[in-house]
């Protein structure tokens, strides 16, 4: 996925606290993805959000007590 951000003209910022992970996030500047990768990749979007609507989210959601006011 790092690899298809910068192809399309992104900034990326991985964060990892793992060294063998940080290294793996460097070794994506040695190899191009091909159209067909790009594509199949873009091919992914199903327009549809993987989590709960930004709106819906509370404290409650996280299993957290809300404060009386």
Do not use: C, Y
């Given at each position: ?19 063998a992970?940080i290294?793996?996030?460097f ?12 594509a ?12 709960p ?14 404060p009386?006011?």
């Amino acid at each position: 996925m790092l690899r298809w951000h910068l192809q399309q003209g992104r900034q990326v910022i991985p964060k990892s606290t793992k060294p063998a992970r940080i290294a793996e996030n460097f070794d994506v500047f040695d190899f191009d993805l091909t159209g067909e990768q790009l594509a199949a990749i873009d091919a992914l979007d199903t327009g549809k959000r993987g989590g709960p609507e930004p709106d819906a989210v509370t404290l409650a959601t996280f299993g957290m007590p809300i404060p009386e006011a």
